[in-house]
Each structure stands twice: as C-alpha cells, then as structure tokens.
C-alpha cells in the first residue's frame, strides 16, 4: 500500500492546487509543443486542444481516472505523410477518423466486454509497432539536428549540431542524475537549455517575440473555413490503422495508472469510457487543428513520485495549458526554437519511444526462440522501418506504420500457436 497525499476525489487548499497542477502542466509541456512543431501545427492549438481534451476526458470518465491528455507522438509520421498527399486539412480529417474508431471500439466494449481487445493486440504485435513508431522517424531527428536549409537544400551545419548535443546532453542529465519532478522533465529542461546555448551563439531570431502581442489568438483550423473537408481512401488509409497503437497504449497506461492509483479503471469506470474520452479529446483537437490527443506517462510519473491523484489538480493543469494557449509572447518563443534543438530532442524521444517497444518485449517475456513471435516482429520492423506500401489504385495505398499494424495483427490471429497472453498480463 501507498501513503497517499490525495486520493482521486479530494481536492487541495487553493495555493497548494496552484502549485501542483503547474508541476502537471510543465511536465506534459515540453512533448506536447514538440509533436506540433515537427509536424507543421501550431503549438498554442496543441496546448489550448490538450487543456480541453482532459476535461471533456475527466469528465466522461466521471471523474474517476486523474490522467492528463497531451498530443500523440504515434501520429507524427502519419501527419506528414497526410500533410504531404493532401495538405494540413487532411492530417485533421484523419485525426477526426481516429476518433470516430475510438467511439467504435468504446462501443464494442461496452456491449461486448474488454477481453477481445486485450487478446486482439499482444504484446508481441504491439511492441514492434511501438519500435517502428520511433525509428521511422529516426533519419528526421538526425536531419533536423545536424543540417539547415540552404537554398532549399539541407546542409551540414556543425554549429547548429552543437546545439542539438547540448540540448540532448541536458535532458539526458535530468534523467541520469536528478531525482523527482525534474527527471520527469527532460524534454522542456532539454529544450531549454538548448534555447539558452543556441541564443548564446547567435542562431536564435528574435524578431518574433519583439512582434508578437502578449495576448494572442491561436491559430485555428477549422474545417470547411480554413480547408476543403474531403475524405479519400488514402488518407484513412494512412491516419487510422495507427488507432491499433493508440488504443494498445491506452489500455497500457490505464493499467498502469491504476497500479499507481490502486485502482482497477479497466472495470471502473470501464475502458469504454476511458477510450471515449479519449477519442472525444482527440476529435475535439482535429477539429480546432491539434495533433491527436493520448494519456501522457510524464503525469503518470508525477502522480507516483507525489502520491497526489487528485482530479482536481489535474483539470487545474488542463486550466493553465489552455490560459497559456493565448500568451502570444510565450507562443513565440515556442516558435523561435531552433531546428538544431527539436532535433536534439528528437534523437532521446523518438529512442525512447523505439526503446519501450522493446521494453514492452521485454518485460512480457515474449520467447523469440518461439518462431511465431519471431516472425510477426520480424515482419512488422521491416515492413514499417522500410516504408513498404501497397498500391491498391490511384486514389488508394497503404503503408509504413500502417501496412505494419495491419500485417501485425493479422498475422497474429492467422499464424497457428497463439497464445492468451495480453497487455495485462505483466501488470498482474
């Protein structure tokens, strides 16, 4: 048992909820402004989306499950690809779609149970895919990091690296060698300290924080106004396989979460509802033009160092990211952050996000000697690391992370030997 400081409904003295819920905020802040940065959005929109999304999440989980909602790094490859078929309009048609499958799903459990789902995505379907979500985008982060745009081109800039190993030697002593809230913040310590080095050796302009107003509306995307709403099959096709992995990452850290909180939100408030929150949150984002929304582990980290599980400090968070969504100043800072330090950033992130895949192997035990297993993850790297694609007309493909999801799925289902094992499993 835990001593806890703050049960899930019980709520602090005003100064100490100030308090806390900033700590929540900042941890999520850092990866939240990263994911739309690299994928063309606007940061304000993602902050301002991820306030809302965990309230409407809080809210349809009854205010039972204290998780805090920030963008998904799982749809980083996707929007670039949907941005480049189709324009920014597409990535947030498809982010729509995902929600409308999340429904789906919220809806199959709640008529069928949860037991399908947890044996339809094993570990050893889930995570390879993780692997592929993060070192797909691998070449990006190195790019970013080490070259600068010349006459079109990208070309090699030794200081502008400097900055992106300045930026990933810091984050990476957070996490080495600092305890508490500080090493749950790598990434927004990281891209601070980068900032700092990259205006100390003049590759910082200025210009746009001088310009900006101190208050300022986000940049919205709103459907119809701002761009053409038209659904092809590709673009369903790219967005809304990588459902598989949000949904398998869900559950994930509700179990975690409930570990923590010692509670069991897989049957209270259900998945149902905690998948429908999350689905809500995301489409409410893809309608207002932020990325795809997903459960942060960084608050799931704040909540076991602290013990303090209070919904309340976590809708305070919600509460500062959306009044920091309208600071223009601040927004333009976001938006003067050298290439060089995202792509820093990028290298510890998108190997972390690789790593816990293998983690995820790892921790169930999955038995590569077992040629079943060996072959589904075997195919689900190579297919989504080297960007297989499947032309099924003109209008319509399937590939990357995608193809690999779907391949991964169907293979575990059709291949003979298959196991009960579920995501559950290493969390009994």
């Excluded at 899930?8 to 999520?28: G, N």
């Excluded at 995505?121 to 080490?146: E, H, K, Q, R």
């Excluded at 305070?316 to 927004?331: D, P, Q, R, W």
Aim: glycine share 10%; charged share 10%; with cysteine.
């Amino acid at each position: 048992m835990n001593n806890k400081v703050l049960d899930v409904h019980e709520k602090p003295a005003f100064p100490r909820w100030v308090a806390l819920s900033l700590q929540h905020m900042f941890a999520m802040f850092g990866a939240t402004i990263l994911v739309p940065t690299l994928v063309g959005l606007s940061p304000a929109i993602a902050l301002l989306t991820s306030g809302l999304a965990t309230i409407v999440f809080v809210a349809v989980t009854r205010f039972k499950v204290p998780a805090y909602l920030g963008s998904s790094f799982a749809f980083i490859a996707p929007i670039q690809v949907a941005t480049a078929t189709g324009g920014i309009g597409s990535a947030m048609i498809g982010s729509m779609f995902v929600a409308l499958v999340y429904a789906l799903v919220s809806l199959l459990i709640f008529t069928t149970g949860s037991n399908w789902i947890m044996k339809l995505l094993p570990p050893v379907v889930v995570g390879p895919v993780i692997m592929v979500i993060g070192l797909a985008v691998a070449p990006t982060a190195v790019n970013m990091a080490s070259t600068v745009s010349v006459g079109g081109e990208d070309v090699y800039n030794l200081l502008h690296f400097s900055a992106a190993i300045v930026t990933l030697a810091a984050a990476i002593i957070c996490i080495m060698f600092f305890r508490g809230v500080v090493s749950l913040m790598p990434v927004l310590i990281g891209i601070i300290v980068g900032y700092i080095y990259s205006a100390f050796i003049g590759i910082i302009d200025f210009s746009p924080v001088k310009e900006a107003d101190w208050i300022q509306m986000p940049a919205f995307l709103i459907p119809v106004i701002d761009y053409d709403f038209v659904i092809t099959p590709t673009l369903l096709a790219i967005m809304v396989p990588i459902s598989i992995v949000t949904i398998s990452e869900h559950i994930g850290h509700q179990l975690v979460l409930g570990k923590v909180v010692e509670k069991d939100f897989i049957k209270d408030p259900g998945l149902n509802r905690s998948l429908l929150g999350d689905g809500l949150g995301t489409l409410i984002s893809g309608l207002l033009g932020g990325p795809p929304k997903t459960t942060y582990g960084e608050n799931i980290g704040v909540m076991a160092i602290t013990r303090v599980y209070s919904v309340y400090v976590i809708i305070g968070a919600a509460v500062f990211a959306i009044a920091f969504a309208f600071i223009g100043k601040l927004m333009a800072v976001i938006e003067t952050i050298p290439q060089a330090v995202l792509g820093g950033i990028s290298i510890l992130l998108f190997g972390i996000i690789a790593s816990s895949g293998l983690r995820m192997l790892v921790d169930h035990k999955v038995d590569f000697g077992n040629q079943r297993n060996l072959i589904i993850a075997s195919v689900i790297l190579v297919i989504g690391i080297g960007g297989a694609v499947i032309h099924i007309s003109e209008t319509f493909q399937v590939g990357g992370m995608a193809l690999a999801a779907i391949v991964g799925v169907l293979l575990n289902l059709l291949l003979p030997g298959r196991t009960d094992e579920t995501l559950s499993d290493a969390t009994e």
